[in-house]
């Protein structure tokens, strides 16, 4: 079965600092990982995507992550926080075993981080 | 384009009660599933449906039921609220493309509190 760690469930960062948050993997199969972000009281937008090409990926808002195999690993980072990066961050894993005409799309997602950012 | 909607935004039911939470799409999207939220656990799928007519459970559906009789819309129905229920309850939607998985996209949630 596949699954989602995230590292931290809170990680807290001052204005202009790097933000990195955690996330790691397991799957059988080739995974297709996202990033989602969740603002106080909406619902979640996507960030970003993998899904088998390049393996640094661009999202959003100065988001990107970086897809290492050898590591089962998904991390995002933005180089500077801003205060708008204040939010909860998902990462969710939708594998290849999953894609049948019958159940395509399923995504299991991780315990999500709260991302602070400090002034 | 309004996206995804669900309604209502919040409610509270007393434990036995039944309801719907209802969801809507208007972007023609084939993939339709339920998710809950509850604190340090993420979002769990509820059950899902990749049609008009077609529907599966998740992860966790005991208590649920959906049904999809058109594409536009996909409630999710209570049998009878347990206090295990509450939670936050986010409706999504995505094209179906049968090889990769297409970006979902999200509704703004029902908080739903059962006492």
């Known amino acids: 079965a596949q699954s989602v760690t995230q590292l931290g469930s809170h990680v807290s960062v001052s204005e202009g600092a790097l933000v990195l948050l955690r996330c790691n993997y397991s799957?059988?199969?080739?995974?297709?990982l996202f990033w989602y972000v969740q603002y106080p009281n909406q619902g979640l937008q996507l960030l970003l995507k993998?899904?088998?090409?390049?393996?640094l990926v661009k999202g959003i808002n100065g988001f990107e992550a970086e897809f290492k195999k050898s590591e089962t690993s998904f991390h995002l980072t933005k180089p500077s926080a801003h205060m708008s990066d204040a939010a909860e961050y998902f990462c969710a894993v939708s594998g290849s075993e999953y894609l049948s005409s019958s159940n395509t799309g399923k995504l299991i997602f991780g315990q999500g981080t709260t991302l602070q950012v400090k002034p | 384009n309004a996206g995804v909607t669900q309604t209502p935004k919040f409610q509270v039911l007393k434990t036995g009660q039944s309801m719907t939470l209802q969801c809507a799409q208007d972007m023609n999207h084939e993939y339709m599933s339920w998710y809950r939220q509850d604190p340090g656990m993420g979002l769990r799928l509820i059950h899902y449906s990749v049609g008009a007519g077609i529907t599966d459970q998740g992860e966790v559906p005991n208590g649920y039921n959906v049904s999809r009789s058109t594409t536009e819309d996909f409630p999710l129905r209570l049998l009878s609220a347990a206090p295990s229920q509450t939670s936050v309850y986010f409706c999504?939607?995505?094209?179906?493309?049968?090889?990769?998985?297409?970006?979902?996209?999200f509704g703004p949630g029902t908080r739903l509190l059962v006492l």
């Open positions: 799957s059988s199969v080739p995974p297709y």
């Open positions: 999504a939607s995505s094209y179906f493309m049968g090889g990769t998985p297409e970006t979902q996209y």
């Open positions: 993998y899904t088998s090409a390049a393996t």
